[in-house]
């Protein structure tokens, strides 16, 4: 986020939007660069401990009762040692909508410790959320962010490429674990607006991923019964991909009625 923090400004004047979502943001509270957003107009809420990981949200259509991780949220610690619950969630309520920036743990590799970790983070979530909608099926709900999940091969450049390389992001716990919100009553609300295989949110800085159109959807926003039916449009925006000091991801867009 330091280093993008003039892209990141650039990007809101041209966007022009209320509230921003932003994950892996790879810095403490104390040097998150406040000052990009308080000048613009937005409130912004940030959650991080270190160089590692971090979220935050943006917005200047009010943010109120934040919250940092959600309950009984798992902790990862390398061999079991340590665990420590990681700056991988924060949500506010922006207007009359609840948004849940999140950073999904990426898996690492299948037989991966860190995998086992990125399914009982999601299946805790994924039990929240579903407690939500049961508790109020009108709340406005958003969960938006890095999911480090390709939930469909057309998702993916070449699945078969990940699947004889036995690689993250495509396997079936994984995708089980995808569904399960949207079993819950989520919704997947930007994709019925951009349709089709080729289409992606994050290209690998590694071996030209972007030129060569190599890349993955991985990045979603999940809302409730109450938010898909008030979404009028939603994009990618693959233009903020390119140039010097580019975000591996690309943003993605929704516009609410």
Known sequence: MRARADRVEAWLDRSDVDVLAIQETKCKDDNFPWEVFEQNGYDVAHFGFNQWNGVALASRVGLRDVERTFADQPAFGKNGKDPVQEARAIAATCGDLRLWSLY???????????MAYKLDWLATLRGHAASWLQENPEAQIALAGDWNIAPQDEDVWDIDHFREQGLTHVSEPERE??????????????????PGPGVYTYWDYQQ?????????????VLGSPAVEQRVDSAFIDREERKGKGASDHAPVVVDLA
């Open 104 to 114: 999904v743990p990426n898996g690492r590799a299948l037989d991966d410790e860190h």
């Open 208 to 220: 030209l991923r972007f030129p060569k159109k190599e890349g993955m959807r991985i990045d979603f």
């Open 177 to 194: 674990a995808f569904r399960g919100f949207l079993e819950a009553g989520y919704a997947d609300v930007v994709r019925p607006h951009t």
